[in-house]
């Protein structure tokens, strides 16, 4: 089973099949085509800011190496195990990136592939309209008029000054 976070506007109201049509799923784990074309995967999902980052990082980082006399297989090693991070919090950028967009994680499903997590997502999404219309709402409490003696500041009571 594979988990996938659901990412839908602020505004979006459940129930709304129109809002759920903006949905976006984020498949969560290792991300071999980011792992391979970071920065390439990057823009190709519309991340420019963590695109320009991570290709100023990626510069950085091959410019150290060699600046510092690294051996060419210890550095292979080392772009190795940072493309490994990248593929390891790409989805976590993605997410990061639809948050900052207004986008947030409304829900987690877990499901064997994509279109039964959407499926599933859907279902929830629809069904907690449902729901919400059927609890009731309590009415409101009518407001309690503060008495002098029971305001005390910083938390101290009345009583504990006498």
């Given at each position: 089973?594979?988990t996938y976070t659901v990412?839908?506007?602020?505004?979006?109201?459940?129930?709304?099949?129109?809002?759920?049509?903006?949905?976006?799923?984020?498949?969560?784990?290792?991300?071999?085509?980011?792992?391979?074309?970071?920065?390439?995967?990057?823009?190709?999902?519309?991340?420019?800011l963590a695109a320009l980052?991570?290709?100023?990082?990626?510069?950085?980082?091959?410019?150290?190496?060699?600046?510092?006399?690294?051996?060419?297989?210890?550095?292979?090693?080392?772009?190795?195990?940072?493309?490994?991070?990248?593929?390891?919090?790409?989805?976590?950028?993605?997410?990061?990136?639809?948050?900052?967009?207004?986008?947030?994680?409304?829900?987690?499903?877990?499901?064997?592939?994509?279109?039964?997590?959407?499926?599933?997502?859907?279902?929830?999404?629809?069904?907690?309209?449902?729901?919400?219309?059927?609890?009731?709402?309590?009415?409101?409490?009518?407001?309690?008029?503060?008495?002098?003696?029971?305001?005390?500041?910083?938390?101290?009571?009345?009583?504990?000054?006498?």
């Amino acid at each position: 089973m594979r988990t996938y976070t659901v990412h839908l506007p602020r505004d979006a109201k459940p129930g709304d099949p129109a809002a759920y049509e903006r949905a976006t799923l984020v498949r969560d784990g290792f991300n071999w085509a980011a792992f391979f074309f970071s920065v390439l995967w990057m823009l190709w999902h519309r991340l420019w800011l963590a695109a320009l980052l991570t290709l100023i990082v990626l510069v950085a980082f091959s410019m150290a190496l060699d600046a510092l006399g690294i051996a060419q297989d210890m550095a292979a090693l080392a772009s190795l195990l940072l493309a490994s991070l990248i593929g390891l919090e790409a989805s976590t950028l993605r997410r990061w990136t639809y948050a900052r967009r207004g986008m947030p994680i409304v829900d987690v499903v877990s499901a064997p592939d994509h279109d039964a997590a959407d499926a599933l997502a859907c279902r929830r999404f629809m069904d907690r309209a449902a729901a919400a219309a059927s609890v009731p709402v309590p009415p409101p409490l009518p407001p309690r008029a503060a008495r002098r003696e029971e305001i005390a500041p910083f938390g101290f009571s009345a009583e504990g000054a006498r």
